[in-house]
């Protein structure tokens, strides 16, 4: 299924940069691997380098790389846990900020990891309410 027809809808409520990238690493992960869930892998992949996740879409980052621990690592079998998008590789500012912006209760007072989280959380919850 091409990539346009497949498109998330956290990814269709953001902008066309990051549609293309979505689509076109997707597309191009089919060919190589075949239609499934590591096209999309894939594709999440990419799109993290060069976009965060904030509330129930992407922004693009002030700088590209990879995201997480996880995005950081080359080809594995098995997946490891990611920060859903988060930037977990962004300053701490940054985090808060994002944070103060989703209105993440208690945000002065956690440190990065604990922003992190809860950056991924507040995201999820959007995601969901966008969804229903």
Avoid: C
Wanted: net charge positive; glycine share 6%.
């Amino acid at each position: 299924m091409p990539g346009r027809e497949s498109l998330p809808s956290t990814v269709r409520r953001s902008s066309k940069k990051a549609q293309d990238t979505w689509v076109k690493t997707h597309d191009s992960a089919i060919e190589t691997y075949g239609e499934g869930e590591r096209a999309h892998r894939t594709a999440y992949s990419a799109l993290k380098h060069s976009f965060e996740k904030v509330g129930d879409h992407w922004e693009a980052k002030d700088e590209r790389g990879p995201s997480d621990e996880q995005a950081a690592r080359s080809n594995q079998a098995r997946p490891a846990d990611t920060a859903g998008g988060v930037d977990a590789n962004a300053s701490k500012s940054h985090l808060y900020e994002l944070a103060k912006r989703l209105g993440v209760p208690g945000r002065s007072a956690m440190t990065k990891a604990q922003l992190v989280d809860a950056l991924r959380k507040a995201n999820d919850r959007k995601t969901a309410a966008k969804r229903s």
